[in-house]
Structure formats: structure tokens, C-alpha cells
């Protein structure tokens, strides 16, 4: 039966006009946990709130797995994988950022698909994961109707997903959870999937679990049953992604012969290897971040959020990129970075040439929107071809515009700069930086042989 409890409270109901439908929604509380019903009629809802209650003010205990009376269980089926993940799902949403949201709805879209208790009937694979896309977003779910072939599909998983007492069987819930971690180590179309997402999708399916222990639908978290070995995922930088700076100012020329385009986003670019910026923290630089920017010598900038892609699914606005606190730090917490003095030159070239956007935005488009992914990736492309070698070009050198920020932490690192410095300057802890940069330390290793040699030599 699972945990029980009588602490029940329950909220007015809350109606939602959206576009297209009306969203009735039933909110209450059991054991200091929110449950939420939607209908399409408020008569529905009331009906349905006043069961709840009626079985509350009779003494009647609540499932603390379900969120309904226990006598309501005799005649409900039990709780089936499907409908555990979208209890899960609802649970983390507001404290989760939204790349963490994807990050688990992709590996319970995943795992989902390992355990279907049929394939005959089944929806098209590409129907049944829209249709997971539709409903481990939140936002999208309370406030959108499904399309008519996604709300087929959701319907059929209500029903053909496994129970969750099927993870507790001998044998049967060793082969299930087995099953999940070989579904999460491939892709879509059979291949073995790269390490570290595997095991991304194996911490966020973990976590499922102890959230299942914890609200009594598990007894044990049957991850920790299986013996499983994960994936060796890589930890540091590889060298030949690494660009030199003769190379980093021929790719800087190509991006500003780049059409229309291009000119816009040297700066863009600029920012990543002369100043180690992710590309979330530059396309959310603000003329306010600028503290100084002198026409000769070193500048200064401060940083104070950052705006990572997520997509419009998984954010509370509903926009593909949501302003938050820098990566790794509290909500108010700031960063300063040097500016090198050819980067100022380019940050005072691009505003005087382009200006600023709205609350003073630094790189904006030809017509003063957000600079998106698919403009600055292709400029990026077409300039590497432009500016590498053949060699170079078929090389893993600079293969994303993030290798741009490991070419300036290497840089920084190999000019002699302490470590604890240009872990403060990038927006790293010290033991990261090293793990990470390790391979990229160059020109140490002839002074470490001739100390081995004097302290060796007869």
C-alpha cells in the first residue's frame, strides 16, 4: 500500500484562459507535497475537489505516493512508470534550471522506452517521444492541449508502462533496471552514446529513484541492486583542440569578412578566446559589464548573469534563452575578467559601429533581436574553413566555438599565470581547472627533467 498519511490541505481552484483552452485545476496538498489535477470544465473540478474532500473530513488516510485516498486505489491501477515520472517530473520543475529539465526529461524519455509492457499498438517511436517531450514539460502541459495523434500516445502510456512494484519482483526488476541503464548508454538509432551523457542520464535517473523511495513507491533504489560499469567519460581538454594565437587572429579576420554577418561578431568571438567567456555569458553582456574599457592598456569587465539555451519547452517563459546566475554561482554573485587590450580595441569598434540593443545588450541582430546559435554557428564554420590549413581544417583544432574558451584558460595557464588567478578569471574552482587543463600545460616538462637530473646525477 505504501506510506500513508492524513496531513491534507487543500487550495482553491485555479483556472487558466489560455489561447485556445481553459485549464481548471484542483490543488492540494498531502504531507506538504503539492498535487495538481487539471479539467476542461469547471464543473469537473469542483466534482473532483469535493471527492477529495469528502474523504478527507470522513478520517480517511491519503497516499502519500499517490496524492488520493487510499480506498481510491482498490479502484485505480497501480502506479505505473508513466505516471510516477510525471509525479517526478512535477516535483523538480520549479527548483530545476531549465538545461536541467531537458537533461531529465531526455533520459525519462529514454528510459521509458525500456519499459513498455507491449509493442503491439504502440504509437510510431518519433510519436511516443514527442509525446514524453509534451508531457515532462510542465509549462507546455498546464497550459496547452495536446495535438489530437500526441494525446493518443499519452494515452496509450498511461496504461502500457510497467508498475513500479515490478522493479521490487526477484529477478524481473534486476532485468528492468538493466534494460534502463542499456537503453540510456545508446542513441536513438542503436549507437553507443557518448560517456558523458550516458552517465548525465544515469545521475538524473538515480535521482528518480531515491524521489520513488522517498514517497514510498520504492522500497530501495534499484540502481544500487545492479552492478554497472559507467562509462569512462573524458575529464580534460585535449591539446589539439587548442588554437595558438597566430591562428585565433586568423580566424578573428575571417569572422570579420563574413558578409553581413560577420562583422558583428568578432567581438562575439573575440570574448571567448581573449577572455575565456562561455557563449552563454556572451551573448548576455551588457554595456553596464563593461567597468572600463580604456583605448590603450588593460581593461576591465564584470559579470553578473549569463543566458544558457535551453529551449522555449523548457523555460518558465517560454523563450529559448532564460537569464540566470553565472554557471557554478549563487543568484548576486559577480565575476571579473580581464580585458587584453586587442579585445577592447573590438569591443569599442563593434559599439560605435553597431550600438547596443535593448538594456544596453552588447551583440544584437540586423534587426536588434537576440543573437541566436544558428547565426553565430554559421559565421563560426564558415570562417574556420576560411582561415585553417587543409591540415588544420581536417584537424579536431577548434571544432566548436567553445574550444575558443579552452585555447585562452591554456593560454592564461602557460603564460605563468597562478592557477587560483585564472580559476577566479574563467569561473572555476582550482581543482577543476586543473583536472581539466592538465594536458594543455606546455613548456614545463624540460625544466621537470633537468630537476630530476640534478637530483639524480651522481
Not at 73 to 99: C, D, G, H, I, M
Not at 285 to 312: C, D, I, K, Q
Not at 370 to 398: C, Q
Amino acid at each position: 500500500m505504501g506510506k500513508t498519511t492524513f496531513s491534507v490541505r487543500f487550495w482553491a481552484i485555479k483556472t487558466y484562459k489560455g489561447t485556445r483552452v481553459t485549464t481548471h485545476t484542483v490543488r492540494w496538498i498531502v504531507d506538504g507535497r503539492e498535487w495538481k489535477e487539471p479539467f476542461r470544465t469547471l464543473a469537473h473540478a469542483e466534482s473532483f475537489r469535493a471527492q477529495l474532500m469528502t474523504a478527507a473530513r470522513q478520517g480517511e488516510a491519503f497516499s502519500i505516493a499517490t496524492g488520493r485516498p487510499i480506498s481510491w486505489q482498490r479502484e485505480e491501477t497501480v502506479l505505473t512508470w508513466f505516471t510516477f515520472t510525471l509525479s517526478y517530473v512535477e516535483a523538480k520543475w520549479r527548483y530545476a534550471a531549465p538545461n536541467h529539465r531537458r537533461g531529465i526529461a531526455e533520459a525519462l524519455i529514454d528510459a521509458t522506452e525500456a519499459l513498455l509492457t507491449k509493442e503491439n499498438g504502440a504509437p510510431d517511436t518519433a510519436i511516443r517521444r514527442a509525446a514524453l517531450r509534451w508531457a515532462y514539460s510542465e509549462r507546455v502541459r498546464d497550459t496547452t492541449e495536446p495535438p489530437r495523434d500526441l494525446a493518443m500516445a499519452l494515452k496509450w502510456l498511461e496504461t502500457n508502462t510497467v508498475p513500479m512494484t515490478a522493479f521490487e519482483e526477484p529477478g524481473k526488476g534486476a532485468l528492468l533496471t538493466r534494460g534502463v541503464l542499456d537503453r540510456i548508454s545508446r542513441t536513438k538509432d542503436g549507437r553507443t552514446a557518448a560517456a558523458n551523457t550516458a552517465n548525465r542520464k544515469r545521475m538524473s535517473l538515480n535521482n528518480a529513484m531515491e524521489y520513488a523511495v522517498e514517497i514510498g513507491a520504492l522500497p530501495s533504489n534499484p540502481l544500487k541492486a545492479v552492478k554497472w560499469v559507467k562509462p569512462r567519460t573524458l575529464t580534460s581538454v585535449d591539446p589539439r583542440v587548442v588554437i595558438n594565437v597566430e591562428q585565433a587572429r586568423r580566424f578573428l579576420a575571417a569572422v570579420q569578412r563574413r558578409g553581413t554577418q560577420g562583422p558583428r561578431m568578432k567581438a562575439f568571438f573575440g570574448l571567448m578566446y581573449f577572455a575565456a567567456l562561455r557563449p552563454e555569458e556572451v551573448v548576455d553582456l551588457r554595456l553596464e559589464h563593461l567597468v572600463n574599457l580604456p583605448e590603450n592598456g588593460w581593461g576591465e569587465m564584470r559579470l553578473t548573469h549569463a543566458e544558457p539555451r535551453a529551449g522555449s519547452r523548457w523555460t518558465n517563459s517560454g523563450k529559448v534563452r532564460e537569464r540566470r546566475a553565472l554557471k557554478h554561482r549563487a543568484e548576486g554573485e559577480t565575476r571579473g575578467v580581464p580585458i587584453h587590450p586587442e579585445l577592447s580595441a573590438m569591443l569599442r569598434e563593434h559599439i560605435q559601429e553597431f550600438g547596443t540593443g535593448a538594456n544596453g545588450r552588447i551583440f544584437i541582430g540586423p534587426r536588434g533581436g537576440l543573437m541566436t546559435d544558428r547565426a553565430y554557428l554559421k559565421v563560426f564554420h564558415e570562417a574556420r574553413a576560411d582561415a585553417f590549413t587543409t591540415t588544420e581544417g581536417g584537424s579536431p583544432l577548434m571544432a566548436v566555438p567553445y574550444d575558443l574558451r579552452h585555447a585562452c584558460v591554456s593560454t592564461w595557464l602557460n603564460a605563468g599565470v597562478p592557477a587560483p588567478q585564472v580559476a577566479e578569471w574563467a569561473g572555476h574552482s582550482v581543482n577543476v581547472l586543473l583536472r581539466v587543463y592538465a594536458k594543455c600545460i606546455h613548456g614545463q616538462q624540460g625544466e621537470a627533467m633537468r630537476r630530476i637530473w640534478d637530483a639524480t646525477k651522481s
